[in-house]
């Protein structure tokens, strides 16, 4: 079997040749596992209304999506209707990593249940706090002044104490705080705009 010349032409078409195959697996693979990574996604999603309505047992009865404009930019929400409350999913994409998203439950008077962080980019060990730092001491928060389980954005001031408001900032993370805090806020602005219309 004759060598192949190494020149331009052929080391192009070699690279090429392995691109394609490499692509054709990666595709191959992306649809073998699209199925299950989408079934975790669901049981991902219902373990965090679960756990954001504070409740084991849990039926959802609507899934609403909502488009609102806020400070000049369309924003997507997702209202999760259930027999225990409403669980909201908001994004505020100011966090010091970039985007943060997170789901809040509400009961009927706008009360925070529970909430859950579904995505972020924070630094380990500071802005990841979020998940835990604003629960109630009882459950790993931080303090009572920094929880925001059981208050309402209607009757809180749901800014950091830095800026004037009723919650304390994760130490060291306060742009992830003031992020978190205005995506909770967001969350129940689409709740309360909702339950309005209703």
Known sequence: MEKLKSNIQNMVLVLVGVALVCGGL??????????????????????????????????????????????????????????????VESTDPNAFGGKLKVLVGFDDNGTILGYTLLEHAETPGLGAKAGEWFQKPENG?????????????KTDNFTVSKDGGDIDAITASTITSRAFLSAVREAYNTFAEKAAAK
């Open 26 to 87: 990666l595709a191959y693979v992306n649809q073998l596992t699209k199925p299950a990574i989408e079934k975790q996604a669901e049981l991902t999603l219902a373990d965090g209304i679960k756990s954001v309505l504070a409740t084991d047992n849990v039926t959802v009865n609507n899934t609403e999506t909502v488009t609102r404009t806020v400070n000049g930019k369309e924003s997507t929400y997702i209202i999760y209707t259930t027999d225990k409350g409403v669980a």
């Open 141 to 153: 928060g931080n303090s009572e002044k920094a929880s925001i389980v059981g208050k309402s954005p």
